[in-house]
């Protein structure tokens, strides 16, 4: 019989991300106690939340240690929602401004 052995990977790892999403987070709480406002504060808020989304994907989920193509089939279709939310997006935004110019 064959036995299967898992890969166990170094702690030292875990470590690292665990104090990385700490300084992300508390670089993310900073965004709001330094007062930032508008299109900046948004940016820097999406920014942080997507690095940390990406690191707890890519070690915690161990995706940075799978195969291509599983990687592909579990990351792509939410980035094919976003392009499509993205393409709502503007097209309401068209819609929108239609209606202001021709019920104005």
Sequence with gaps: MES???VA???GIYLKIWFLL?????LSYMVDYMGFQSYLRWTLILIFMFLKAGFIVAIFMHMAW???ALAFAILCPPLVILVLI???SLE???????RLTFFS
């Design 4 to 6: 299967t052995q898992g």
């Design 86 to 88: 993205c393409l709502m």
């Design 9 to 11: 990977h170094p702690i």
């Design 22 to 26: 700490f300084v992300l987070s508390t």
């Design 92 to 98: 309401a935004d068209y819609t929108f401004f239609t």
């Design 66 to 68: 799978e195969r291509l």
